[in-house]
């Protein structure tokens, strides 16, 4: 039996996403930040989306994200992207606008835009990536670091007596009523990857039907500042930050369901 | 078109409508909120775009994203909202998106007050947010010249890709006067070639304001230093009363220009050889026709309602050739004509020029 096959007969089983740059990033080894691109881009060219959509890329290592697409993209201010992203959409209501955003950017200093976003039901997509930690600066505390965590302006382990306890925002966001699809999933390994490309597909027709506000959170790991290699990180998501980060479905309305 | 009683702020508003205003994001805050009313009305029944944001921080983002779309966008506020805002202009200026703002200046520092002030002179002209730049900034003297600088300001924002802010203080805000409207324009039929819309059919276009290497951003920094030079050339706008002649020159902008015109006219009822020079623009500064007076005039005296800021362009503009004097008022006070005619009085004896 002949196990060589001939050109014609191969087949294409992964190829680069039209949507993604063909580009160096500059994240460290390691970093899920790269796994959550290639999410994002495979779903907007499954749902033939690219030269509908307008990024809007925030402060913080993705800051770089609009060299990373192949979309049309902005660059916010620190924690502003919903915001922005507001002032894009209502210009632009058929185009297709996401922002792609981290825990210091979207749970600390975005903490308003990103509720007020939400609240009106603004029609975006957020992909909220989750790590626990400021990347950019050198690991600094975020309002997502676990009690008890050791980071650079946390040297002796987050004291929640005096710097309170983690804040779960996909919880928070799920409270309002313009909220359409609120989801926690991780990228620690295959199985959840798989379910996190599932919710952002889902997230992005929810904005292409007009249903309102939808936001996939993504416990993603951060080797550099988290101090740990990268393959024990992806371990370190699993054991610590679930607990504190409950993967799940925190709002699909009704109208989401039936899509 | 005939005249109407108008409210300031009510009048820019509606100017805004008719040149093609496409989408508005505000804040309430006394004395610019009728601004914001108004349009909430006429922007939702001309089916724009009007959105009254969770704060001053989050309009001056809004007017970020659709100013990044082409569109014809405006925010306004009053002093700390404008304060609220330094954050987002500065990321507008470092875009080299245009867009309109229109602060309608209020006693400070902190909350303040809500009087007419003009003590955010530097805030709008020297420091509207971190970076190296300056925004044009417009300073109307009446109800009609806010209508007229509407219009104006869109264009050079368009013209320039570059923020204009029209800065009124709280008087010319909220009083009435008549005055006539433009007739109602059609919205923009292009969309410039920077502008986000979508990557279809061309290259993907990216609208930002990071330039990581220190080489591209001193680039980039040259490149809008060009455009300031530019626009500080062509741009300079005042207006002028009584300088042919004049021995003293006083200088004033806005509400503060206005009742120094009238103190001026009380002033030359008395014989005195007293002009006004009212600056319109005040970035950039009309220094070279206060250059060009210096050489014929033997004093100046500048009146603000501040502490003095106006008056340091002034004294950069006249190179220390002749004396300055200033009179100013501040906390929302609003100098009365005899007043300044006082002022003008005691600066025009000390220079010991005789009737």
Redesign the interface.
């Known amino acids: 039996m002949e196990l060589v096959m001939t050109p014609t007969e191969m087949q294409v089983v992964y190829e680069h996403p039209r949507s993604l740059a063909d580009v160096p990033t500059r994240y460290c080894p390691g970093c899920t930040h790269g796994i959550a691109h290639r999410l994002l881009a495979e779903a907007i060219d499954e749902l033939g989306l690219l030269e509908r959509t307008i990024l809007v890329a925030p402060v913080g290592c993705s800051v770089f994200a609009y060299e990373y697409f192949n979309a049309d993209a902005c660059q916010a201010a620190h924690g502003r992207a919903p915001a922005m992203a507001t002032g894009v959409k209502r210009m632009l209501p058929e185009n297709i606008v996401i922002t792609y955003q981290g825990d210091g950017d979207l749970v600390s200093i975005g903490a308003a835009e990103i509720m007020h976003a939400a609240a009106r039901g603004e029609q975006i997509t957020t992909i909220f990536i989750n790590n626990a930690v400021y990347g950019m600066t050198g690991g600094q505390m975020a309002p997502t670091s676990l009690p008890g965590q050791k980071t650079t302006s946390s040297p002796l382990g987050r004291d929640t007596h005096l710097t309170g306890a983690p804040i779960r925002m996909s919880e928070v966001l799920a409270q309002f009523d313009g909220a359409a699809y609120i989801v926690r999933r991780s990228l620690h390994d295959v199985a959840n990857i798989r379910k996190a490309k599932k919710a952002i597909l889902t997230a992005l027709k929810v904005q292409m039907a007009g249903l309102g506000f939808s936001m996939v959170e993504l416990l993603s790991s951060c080797p550099t500042n988290w101090g740990i290699a990268p393959e024990k990180a992806l371990d370190w998501i699993e054991e610590n930050m679930i607990p504190h980060f409950p993967l799940g479905d925190y709002k699909v309305r009704d109208d989401v369901k039936a899509l | 078109m005939t005249k109407e009683l108008l409210k300031g702020n009510v009048a820019i508003a509606e100017a805004a409508v008719r040149v093609g205003l ?2 508005y ?1 505000g804040y309430p805050i006394t004395p610019q909120t009728e601004l914001l009313e108004h349009l909430s009305q006429r922007m939702t029944e001309l089916g724009r ?1 009007f ?1 009254q ?3 001053e ?3 001056i ?9 082409g ?1 014809r ?1 405006m925010t306004s506020s009053s002093s700390p909202g404008i304060s609220l805002m330094q ?2 202009l500065s ?1 507008i200026a470092g ?1 080299e998106l245009p867009c309109v703002i229109v602060d309608v200046m209020r006693g400070g520092p902190g909350l303040g007050n809500i009087l007419p002030s003009q003590a955010d002179y530097f805030q709008v002209t020297r420091s509207a947010g971190h970076g190296d730049f300056h925004p044009i900034v417009l300073a109307p003297a009446s109800v009609q010249e806010a209508i007229d600088f509407v219009e104006l300001a869109f264009d050079l924002a368009d013209k320039y890709r570059h923020m204009v802010l029209i800065a009124a203080d709280g008087q010319i805000g909220q009083m009435m006067e008549p005055a006539e409207l433009p007739p109602m324009r059609p919205l923009r039929d292009s969309t410039p070639d920077w502008a ?6 061309r290259e ?7 330039y990581l290497k220190g080489e591209d951003e001193e680039a980039f920094n040259l490149k809008i230093q060009k455009k300031l030079k530019q626009i500080k050339k062509t741009e300079q706008r005042s207006v002028e009363y009584a300088t042919e002649d004049a021995e003293l020159l006083v200088i004033g902008f806005g509400t503060a220009g206005r009742v120094a015109y009238s103190a001026v006219e009380a002033a030359r009822e008395k014989g005195l050889r007293v002009g006004l020079l009212r600056p319109q623009t005040l970035w950039p500064f009309p220094e070279q026709r206060i250059s060009e007076l210096a050489d014929c005039v033997s004093g100046c005296l500048v009146v603000e309602m501040n502490a003095g800021q106006m008056i340091e362009d002034v004294r950069l503009a006249i190179g220390g050739q002749i004396p300055v004097t200033f009179y100013g008022r501040t906390g929302g006070i609003v100098p009365m004509p005899d007043e300044v005619l006082a002022a003008i009085e005691e600066s025009y004896h000390r220079l010991q020029i005789t009737v």
């Open positions: 496409e989408a994001f775009v959105l944001a969770e704060s921080v989050a309009a983002n809004m007017v970020y994203g659709a100013a990044s779309t569109a966008v954050e987002g990321y875009s986000l819309t979508g990557a279809k059919a993907k276009r990216v609208v930002t304001s990071l």
